[in-house]
């Protein structure tokens, strides 16, 4: 339990640093040492609770940004 606990938290700190902005998610499983993805998401599952998809869905920026003018007044809207 403890090494698939250590690989999965390495993984999630190496996506916080953006890991997969330029790395598939087959290249992060083997660098934190699983053979292949499927392995890495049934254990990412087994220790976060929820499916690496949904986790990563969840943490996405999403950032909507609207302005406009009224009079003379610019009215601006951020959405987080």
Do not use: W
Request: net charge positive; no cysteine; proline share 1%.
């Amino acid at each position: 339990f403890f090494k698939k606990y250590a690989r999965i938290h390495r993984a999630l700190r190496l996506m916080e640093e953006g890991y997969l902005e330029n790395q598939s998610v087959e290249t992060l499983a083997k660098t934190v040492g699983y053979s292949s993805r499927a392995p890495f998401y049934l254990a990412f599952e087994q220790i976060m609770g929820e499916s690496l998809s949904y986790f990563r869905e969840s943490r996405e920026v999403k950032t909507v940004l609207v302005s406009f003018k009224r009079g003379d007044k610019l009215l601006v809207l951020i959405e987080l």
